[in-house]
């Protein structure tokens, strides 16, 4: 396991691995059509215990850096800022971090990631005839084409 940089709770960044090496922090992993990402991204961890020892806020001095830290790298490579993601965008089965309590929204206040504006949820049942996203089949299909590794729900592997 490494990481390009680590923040910690006060907010100090410790740069670990050169930008242009390979760091080792998203295992088996999937991103915008193409597996292992490690070869083609930076990886930042912020501490905390995590899920499985007791997860907590993150402080304020972590994200501040981590807005500073993300804004600097998007500033040196050709990275569009929605292909900011977490470990758990790039590996959903495996990982979960960073987890619910990170705040994704403020990052974006800051041009980092993304943020959905969406002035009312979408609602929809299961239709095929429904709009997207509110079917399992369409959900799958905007997650595929947004960068995830869905495979579609349709393609059957058990009835070759
Ligand atoms: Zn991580």
Redesign the pocket.
């Known amino acids: 396991m490494s990481?390009h940089y680590v923040i910690d709770r006060k907010g100090c960044v410790y740069a670990l691995v050169p930008e242009e090496k390979r760091a080792w922090?998203a295992g088996v992993s999937y991103w915008a059509g193409q597996a292992g990402v490690n070869a083609r991204s930076i990886?930042i961890?912020l501490t905390n215990p995590g899920h499985e020892f007791g997860y907590v806020p993150f402080t304020d001095d972590q994200i501040e850096a981590a807005i500073e830290l993300c804004r600097a790298i998007l500033s040196r490579h050709a990275i569009a800022p929605c292909h900011v993601v977490g470990?758990s965008d790039v590996a959903p089965a495996r990982?979960c971090?960073?987890g619910e309590l990170f705040p994704w929204r403020r990052l974006a206040e800051h041009g980092i990631g993304l943020w959905p504006n969406v002035s009312s949820p979408v609602s929809g049942g299961g239709d095929a005839a429904a709009p997207e996203g509110t079917s399992a089949r369409g959900a799958a299909s905007a997650l595929a084409r947004f960068g995830y590794g869905v495979p579609p729900p349709w393609t059957c592997r058990w009835k070759r």
């Open positions: 990481a922090h990886g961890e470990h990982k971090d960073p």
